[in-house]
């Protein structure tokens, strides 16, 4: 395996250990350490979104990215971050009836999730654009099937066998994404910025 494949799956197979780690010491009830928004699985998420968030705005700084996407993806990852932690897209799901009438379909209430799957196929796609680096796409382009495999799972329940495994499918997802970062190349003319 080469050395860069490897710093791109190092996150995933850090996060299936810490999964595994978190419904063991829960066992025999391991969905608590998934299916619940205080669970070790949604921290862990927190954490990597967060981690994703300084990811792009490093290389921004480098110029890896277009200033423009760097600044786009730091602040809907911190967004996101923001939201896992605080459960905010949950509150607007299950309080949106008592604000907006609207709220009675329940594509309304999903609304949030729709968006974040929206914006982040289109911001996801454009990156995989814009860095011409075949590993970099492919792990990039597996974190987002594994990401919009996650939205299918919470949104439809689809497969029904993955349902408690959802939070995980977000962490897996988010993992690959971070590699993907990871192994992002400089673009060798732009000026480094120092300071």
């Not at 594509?107 to 075949?134: K, N």
């Not at 990401?147 to 799972?153: E, Q, S, Y």
């Not at 962490?171 to 971070?178: C, Q």
């Amino acid at each position: 395996m080469n050395s860069r494949l490897f710093v791109a799956l190092m996150p995933l197979a850090l996060a299936i250990l810490l999964i595994g780690i978190f419904m063991s010491l829960r066992w025999p009830f391991w969905e608590q350490s998934l299916m619940s928004d205080q669970s070790p699985a949604a921290w862990l998420s927190s954490a990597q979104l967060l981690v994703l968030a300084f990811l792009s705005a490093r290389l921004g700084l480098d110029r890896t990215l277009e200033p423009g996407l760097s600044i786009w993806l730091t602040i809907a990852i911190a967004m996101l971050a923001l939201d896992e932690q605080f459960m905010l897209h949950e509150y607007w799901k299950y309080g949106c009836t008592n604000w907006i009438e609207a709220c009675s379909q329940s594509w309304i209430r999903e609304l949030p999730m729709i968006c974040v799957a929206l914006f982040g196929a289109i911001s996801l796609t454009y990156l995989g654009l814009s860095v011409h680096d075949q590993l970099f796409r492919n792990i990039l382009y597996a974190s987002l099937g594994v990401g919009l495999l996650a939205l299918c799972v919470d949104l439809f329940s689809v497969p029904i066998f993955l349902t408690p495994f959802e939070e995980a499918l977000e962490v897996f997802s988010e993992a690959l994404f971070i590699g993907a970062l990871l192994i992002a190349v400089p673009n060798q003319n732009a000026e480094i910025l120092k300071h």
